[in-house]
């Protein structure tokens, strides 16, 4: 007669392991050796932070790349990819399900500030069924809206004369400016009045546009007026 033993191999580590199994019988003891090779997955993040430096609020940065590499000898699976703080301030999208050994998937990061200006921190929680970490530091700096009127210059003019001035309005931020475009009513004072605009409803980091502004002069001595625009950073006066 025969009897059959069944052995499972549950390996704690990777590598070569080996074990046996000895029967004692009345007749005497049996040995068997047993060998087997533990397999498992191992995360490698690259990089493992993403730096954003400065985002303008409202508006989201280009996008970096984390790549997940397996370097183990089985296949890592990956349970969930998410921003585990800075929730409202990252987002992030991947291609990560399964990674055989010595293959690699990609996570895509963003950063898109909803706070007006200061640092953010932020990260990444990964889980998976293999070694190695399972955390992407995030970070950046979110800027407010920023812009600067330039008031313009009229020179002396004689009563019953016209001039023109210019004003230039600067987009100082890190990113588009939205407005509202200039019209006759954005300017007010006696003898003050609108003539044209080359400005849109929405102006490119570091991009100016202008407004042109005529004078008639009535009477002799000084005269003030004003030219508004309104501006995501605010109402800009010159």
């Not at 997955?41 to 508006?59: E, H, K, M, R, Y």
């Not at 990113?175 to 009513?185: E, H, I, N, R, W």
Request: proline share 5%; glycine share 12%; hydrophobic share 35%.
């Amino acid at each position: 007669q025969s009897c059959a033993l069944t052995v499972q191999f549950v390996p704690s580590g990777t590598g070569v392991r080996t074990g046996s199994l000895v029967v004692v019988t009345p007749v005497g003891n049996h040995t068997t050796t047993f060998e087997g090779v533990g397999t498992q997955g191992i995360a490698v993040f690259s990089p493992t932070s993403l730096t954003f430096g400065a985002v303008q609020q409202g508006s989201a940065s280009s996008p970096q790349t984390v790549t997940l590499s397996n370097t183990g000898t089985a296949a890592l699976t990956v349970g969930s990819v998410s921003v585990a703080s800075g929730t409202t301030q990252f987002r992030q999208s991947n291609d990560c399900a399964s990674v055989a050994p010595g293959a690699s998937c990609s996570i895509s990061v963003e950063f898109a500030p909803v706070v007006a200006s200061g640092p953010v921190t932020g990260g990444l929680a990964i889980t998976h069924n293999g070694t190695g970490p399972a955390t992407v530091s995030l970070a950046g700096t979110a800027q407010s809206p920023s812009s600067s009127l330039s008031a313009p210059l009229f020179a002396a003019t004689p009563v019953g004369s016209t001039s023109t001035a210019q004003a230039t309005l600067t987009n100082t931020g890190v990113g588009p400016l939205s407005l509202t475009v200039p019209t006759a009513a954005s300017v007010t004072g006696t003898g003050f009045t609108f003539v044209s605009s080359t400005c849109a409803t929405s102006l490119a980091q570091n991009a100016s546009c202008t407004v042109l502004v005529r004078f008639a002069a009535s009477n002799a001595g000084n005269a003030s007026g004003e030219l508004r625009v309104a501006t995501q950073s605010g109402e800009k006066l010159a």
